[in-house]
């Protein structure tokens, strides 16, 4: 069965610094990915998504995320933190052919500090 | 153009006691799916639905049921409640265009917070 792997529930950066969210998945078959961010009290938004193609894809907010199939990563980057970003981060994943149900990590609690 | 949108934004119960949440889809969107999501997990699928029809369910009980009306909204009934349905219920919709295996991005509400007493 597809999973993904959160590494890290809680990453802590200062302002301006490189922020990387790790993620691992696990599919016999080529996955689509996904990356969303959770703001307190509110639901899932979408920063980015994997599908076909180029495996650097570029989301909102100044987020990228790229495919690495050697070695079933989908990190996500963004050059400089922002106080703002700071929120939980979900790495999801869709099984092509399985419909479209998403399968969620943990989750990753960013923490931008001054 | 009105996202999704979940009614009640919180809710408390009892144990045994049955409860009903509701989601609007996204406007031009025919498929909503539901999770649960427990405090300080991932959410969890638990089904979705097509055409008024569950089209896949993920690994809850029977207890778990629901409904998807000619205009596309839905419905997530829990019976028997237990103090482990806490949880917040995430509704999420996407555009099937007559494919399930689509790729189309999901949208999510902002959930229903439901306690269990």
């Known amino acids: 069965a597809q999973s993904v792997t959160q590494l890290g529930s809680h990453v802590s950066v200062s302002e301006g610094a490189l922020v990387l969210l790790r993620c691992n998945y696990s599919?016999?078959?080529?996955?689509?990915l996904f990356w969303y961010v959770q703001y307190p009290n509110q639901g899932l938004q979408l920063l980015l998504k994997?599908?076909?193609?180029?495996?650097l894809v570029k989301g909102i907010n100044g987020f990228e995320a790229e495919f690495k199939k050697s070695e079933t990563s989908f990190h996500l980057t963004k050059p400089s933190a922002h106080m703002s970003d700071a929120a939980e981060y979900f790495c999801a994943v869709i099984v092509t052919g399985g419909g479209n149900k998403l399968t969620f990590g943990t989750g990753t609690q960013l923490k931008v500090e001054l | 153009d009105a996202g999704v949108t979940q009614s009640p934004t919180h809710l408390i119960k009892t144990r045994g006691q049955q409860v009903t949440l509701r989601c609007s889809p996204k406007?031009?969107?025919?498929?909503v799916s539901w999770y649960q999501q427990a405090l300080g997990q991932g959410p969890q699928f638990i089904f979705q639905?097509?055409?008024?029809?569950?089209?896949q369910r993920g690994n809850f009980p029977d207890r778990f049921s629901g409904h998807q009306y000619p205009n596309y909204s839905s419905e997530l009934n829990v019976n028997a409640l237990l103090l482990g349905d806490s949880a917040l219920y995430l509704c999420a919709s996407s555009l099937a265009r007559g494919r399930l295996n689509s790729n189309q991005p999901q949208h999510f509400g902002d959930g229903t917070r439901l306690s269990i007493l």
């Open positions: 599919s016999s078959v080529p996955p689509y």
């Open positions: 406007s031009g969107h025919d498929t």
């Open positions: 639905y097509y055409e008024e029809e569950e089209r």
């Open positions: 994997y599908t076909t193609g180029a495996t």
